[in-house]
């Protein structure tokens, strides 16, 4: 299998633009997770689907940002406008079967937003 | 907040040294894994011990669990420079239906 994939690795944008991340989690996965990491406030789980169903979104930032999942092997986070302080690695992961089970996680998505 | 937390915050040590990490937690657990992130990379998970287990091995890592002070430790023996990364604990809470949530590491550099 090839894992979770990621895309694009990098990303560098303008203030105000719209940003789109993706992710293919691992076939048969039910669970998918996206997360942003900075120094500051460390791994911070963002939004969680199961089944493509969004489960809990508390730990979206602000309505700037969204996620969509129209089917099992795609999900989308996208942020519009971008500032930033959007700066960050986002990752997503995938997991079998039970939210606390181990997670896949991707490589991630170096965002710079300047 | 539901995160463990990891200390040291960072650890420096020679190749050929043991390496112990520690994670406390706030309420019941039904387990708690361990991961690693390598410089630029996701996070890997590196093993799961229950809330019914004590002590647990995977190779040269070595990890307990101790209920009564909500607290877990990671040991790995004989450290190599390809151990340098960051480690984290994630509890699974008995209560609630929250997600694992992680904090925010030990960074482990291992100097050959």
């Known amino acids: 299998d090839a894992g979770v994939i990621q895309s694009p690795r990098h990303e560098v944008t303008e203030m105000g633009q719209e940003v789109t991340l993706r992710c293919k989690p691992i076939?048969?996965?039910?669970?998918l997770f996206w997360y942003r990491q900075t120094m500051m406030r460390g791994l911070e789980l963002l939004i969680y689907f199961n089944n493509n169903v969004p489960i809990d979104d508390s730990g979206m930032p602000e309505d700037r940002f969204s996620a969509k999942m129209p089917n099992a092997s795609f999900s989308t986070l996208k942020i519009q406008p971008s500032e930033p302080r959007d700066s960050a690695v986002y990752f997503c992961?995938?997991?079998?079967?039970?939210?606390?089970?181990?997670?896949?996680f991707g490589p991630g998505t170096r965002l710079t937003v300047t | 907040s539901q995160q463990g937390e990891e200390d040291p915050q960072a650890l420096s040590i020679q190749e050929g040294e043991n390496a112990t990490m520690n994670c406390s937690y706030k309420t019941s657990i039904n387990n708690l894994q361990w991961y690693r992130q390598n410089s630029g990379r996701g996070l890997v998970h590196l093993i799961l011990?229950?809330?019914?287990?004590r002590e647990k091995h995977s190779g040269r890592l070595r990890v307990t669990l101790d209920t009564s002070k909500k607290s877990s430790s990671l040991l790995i023996t004989a450290s190599r420079a390809a151990d340098t990364a960051s480690y984290f604990c994630?509890?699974?809470?008995?209560?609630?239906?929250?997600?694992?949530?992680f904090g925010k590491g030990t960074r482990l550099s291992v100097i050959a």
């Open positions: 076939s048969g996965h039910d669970y």
């Open positions: 011990i229950r809330s019914n287990e």
């Open positions: 992961a995938s997991s079998l079967g039970d939210r606390a089970y181990e997670q896949y």
């Open positions: 994630a509890p699974d809470y008995s209560s609630g239906n929250t997600p694992l949530v």
